[in-house]
């Protein structure tokens, strides 16, 4: 697969405080690239380096091979961009907007068929003032496919939704990944980045801590399951705390948290039957981006909607 | 080319469903027939004292009109671009934000022009004024006067960091500088130092100079040069300073 996205140690400083320091990433091909970190990590700082809005203090960076700041008229042409905070006048109509921005474009898309994708072919002659949160950022969204991107940056698309909106705007992604487009999804939404993206970067105070799969990033970790449960009769710690899959047992009033790894639930449940206990209330805990997030930078990522606005 | 007729064609669709327009182009009609058709309507038609008077009136509508387009018009409309980030998604699509400026002051200009020729027309058929004895200086004046308001009402929108900011400043702007052009209060009853400053502001010059045009009386160069100074000296630190995010 190319790569369509290379940042290679890039730097970026807004005065004496130092925004990105030595950040490297690629976006392969075809694939749903993840910018996951909190707020204030440098993301949006990073693809404004990608899409040419801000000029680096060092470092190179390529999209589709072309340098966003000395061949940007090139890359106006082949690179769509959802803005965080970017809106429309309000009186501007959905249809109106698609029509307008379709004629920046030698080729653009059908736009029609794009309101249609995007899922406001009913809302065609609604100001946009009158369209709900997730209909903005489908629509915004659309402007930035209008022009048939070979890559398109989508920064903080579901920010602010609910999660009905989350969901609608997640299955339109993906959608548009599978029509061809590489995706680079900016997001500080854990969930997210989990279920949309092929591999991530995790960005923590200005650096990339990780790039991986989600799944690689969380087994890299070694973030561990717990299993808590509420046992039905008195036990030994030793118990469970024999057993090779079993790291750690904490006691919290009547609540037993087991963490470890392996068949973890299968190997604690079984060694309580044996002695006749039963764990009622039983849930298991398996790690998430989340917990590979703290045990990579030692901070939490959070999952608050925080929303910038 | 297709792109920014489009863009015309859309801001201008956009620039009717407000409006604004309405009040920009009623508000000095309603001052020029309110004042005026008590004259117009004496029985007899308007006494010959009063023509010259008449006449200033539409001078003083007009200017009226030129300072809400450029001091108030202007600004809102390309902060509120700026503010909703706008020109920051558009500098990311081969159209150039500098293009949706374009196009933005020159409908404005375009609704300067209508409003002068609307008030112009008005007058000559509901105030006995005639037209103007030199229209074509008279459009060459409103249009230096437009650049030179204009420019003032770019660097608002260049220094203010939001619509509602660019709004505020060109409310407070306009008032002192349509006092000082004798909008408010004719020229001759004002302390002669106002009214000598008042020669200097953009609205000022652009109300004697349009007052020439209009009787015909020898066109002084000074106002012209003042409204051109502006235009240039005004325009090129909103250009300087003009932030595109």
Not at chain 1, 258 to 285: C, K, N
Not at chain 2, 70 to 97: D, F, Q
Request: with cysteine; aromatic share 6%.
């Amino acid at each position: 697969m190319a790569t369509v996205v290379q940042v290679e140690r890039l730097h970026k400083r807004y005065g004496e405080r130092t925004v990105l320091d030595s950040v490297s990433f690629g976006v392969e091909d075809g694939e749903i690239f993840g910018v996951l970190g909190p707020n204030g990590a440098g993301k949006t700082t990073a693809v404004e380096c990608l899409s040419g809005l801000r000029r680096p203090d060092g470092g190179t960076v390529r999209v589709l091979g072309l340098d966003p700041r000395t061949e940007r008229d090139r890359l106006r042409r082949v690179l769509g961009v959802q803005l965080q905070e970017s809106r429309l006048a309000d009186r501007m109509r959905v249809g109106e907007a698609l029509d307008l921005y379709a004629s920046f474009y030698s080729e653009p898309a059908d736009w029609r068929e794009l309101m249609e994708l995007v899922g406001l072919a009913d809302r065609r002659d609604t100001p946009y003032a009158k369209l709900s949160g997730g209909q903005k950022q489908r629509l915004s969204i659309a402007l930035a496919l209008i022009g048939r991107p070979r890559v398109a940056i989508l920064d903080e698309i579901t920010t602010g939704l609910d999660p009905q909106a989350r969901r609608d705007a997640w299955e339109l992604i993906e959608a548009v990944r599978a029509g061809g487009v590489t995706i680079v999804l900016v997001t500080h939404f854990m969930e997210e980045a989990e279920r949309l993206c092929d591999r991530v970067a995790l960005f923590d105070a200005g650096r990339v801590a990780a790039v991986d799969t989600p799944a690689g990033l969380v087994g890299r970790s070694a973030a561990r399951q717990r299993v808590v449960f509420r046992p039905s009769a008195p036990f030994e710690d030793r118990l469970l705390t024999e057993l090779p899959e079993v790291a750690e047992l904490v006691r919290t009033g009547a609540r037993v948290e087991v963490a470890g790894s392996g068949e973890l639930l299968h190997a604690v449940t079984a060694a309580l039957a044996r002695h006749q206990v039963v764990a009622g209330d039983l849930r298991v805990h398996h790690p998430t981006l989340d917990d590979a997030f703290v045990a990579l930078t030692g901070r939490r990522l959070g999952t608050e909607q925080e929303s910038p606005r | 080319m297709t792109m920014l007729l489009k863009l015309t064609a859309v801001e201008s669709r956009l620039m009717l469903r407000d409006v604004a327009w309405l009040f920009t182009l009623g508000v000095p009609l309603f001052v020029m027939l309110g004042f005026g058709l008590p004259f117009a309507l004496s029985p007899g038609g308007p006494p010959p004292e009063a023509v010259s008077g008449i006449e200033s009136l539409v001078v003083t509508a007009v200017t009226i009109a030129l300072g809400l387009v450029g001091l108030y018009m202007v600004p809102t409309a390309l902060a509120a671009y700026r503010e909703k980030a706008i020109l920051r998604r558009l500098s990311t699509t081969p159209a150039r934000p500098a293009a949706l400026l374009a196009v933005q002051l020159l409908l404005q200009l375009v609704l300067a022009v209508v409003s002068l020729v609307l008030l112009v027309g008005t007058a000559a058929l509901l105030l006995g004024t005639g037209l103007p004895e030199r229209p074509a200086a008279l459009l060459g004046v409103h249009l230096l006067g437009a650049a030179g308001t204009f420019a003032i009402g770019l660097l608002i929108a260049a220094v203010a960091p939001t619509a509602q900011a660019a709004n505020g400043i060109g409310v407070l702007l306009y008032f002192p500088l349509a006092f000082l052009s004798g909008l408010m209060l004719p020229r001759e009853q004002m302390p002669a130092a106002l009214a000598a400053v008042g020669e200097f502001t953009p609205l000022g010059a652009f109300r004697s100079a349009a007052e020439a045009a209009w009787t015909g009386a020898d066109q002084q160069v000074l106002p012209l040069v003042i409204m051109a100074g502006y235009a240039v000296a005004v325009g090129a630190a909103a250009v300087r300073f003009f932030r595109w995010e």
